[in-house]
């Protein structure tokens, strides 16, 4: 079962001296993100579905309030497939150039940024391996290679996928998971395919801090 995710870019202001940079700039992120979610049932989008339930992940560089943070997200464990992020794109660019990064590895560091707060609507949680792609500061994985995950957080991905689309009244719709009971909205044998004794409802709030920016008021001026 499918689940998509809106990447919505209109919260992105473009100097028009470097649109076309911007442009090629933004166009290698997307192509990122979508790789990292390849062979998943997580479909990657950029235009707004006419209809249906949807992820949206709010890029942007619009947002003057002072603050460092990277991005946010809710944190869904209650399989809701209409869940919401925000990717501070102002901020991202401002780690490139505080941390010296080259056009690429600032591409890296965007899309790695959109690929953890995805994963955090699609029930993936933090990680305690520096190098992993869900660790809760940023820059953490290789900025040298795109953003990738590990089997196993794409296994629970299509998990959450599955059980966000699925409904038990649809007599058409056939469960990914046996033994199904939606009474206590959860599975009945004991299998939690996030991780066992989750509560329903917990879609707290994740927010990612760089570890080295300065909130110095000087944001960097490609986008």
């Known amino acids: 079962m499918i689940q998509k ?14 649109s076309q940079q911007a442009t090629e700039f933004m166009s290698g992120v997307i192509e990122k993100v979508q790789n990292a979610f390849e062979g998943s049932n997580v479909v990657i989008v950029t235009e707004q579905p006419d209809s249906g339930d949807y992820t949206r992940i709010d890029v942007t560089n619009s947002i003057k309030d ?10 869904d464990t209650s399989f809701d497939p209409n869940d919401e992020g925000v990717v501070r794109l102002d901020n991202l660019l401002k780690v490139g150039e505080d941390s010296n990064l080259t056009s ?3 591409s890296n560091l965007v899309a790695s940024n959109i ?9 993936v949680d933090h990680s305690d391996d520096p190098s992993n792609l869900m ?4 820059p953490s994985n290789d900025l040298n290679s795109p953003p990738s995950f590990t089997e196993g957080q794409m296994s629970q991905m299509d998990a959450h996928a599955a059980l966000s689309n699925f409904s038990p009244d ?3 719709a056939i469960s990914p998971f046996p033994e199904e009971d939606y009474s206590e909205g959860r599975i009945d044998d004991g ?3 996030l ?12 927010t990612i801090e760089p570890q080295d920016a300065q909130d110095d008021g000087s944001l960097f001026d490609l986008l």
């Open 135 to 138: 660790y809760p500061s940023a």
């Open 115 to 123: 690929c953890h707060e995805t994963a955090h609507t699609l029930g």
């Open 191 to 193: 299998f939690n395919p």
């Open 195 to 206: 991780e066992d004794d989750f509560p329903v409802e917990n879609d707290e709030s994740d």
């Open 66 to 75: 002072g603050e460092t943070y990277l991005g946010e997200a809710d944190y």
């Open 170 to 172: 649809d007599p058409s």
């Open 104 to 106: 690429y590895q600032t």
């Open 5 to 18: 995710v809106f990447l919505d870019f209109a919260g992105v202001s473009v100097n028009k001296d470097f």
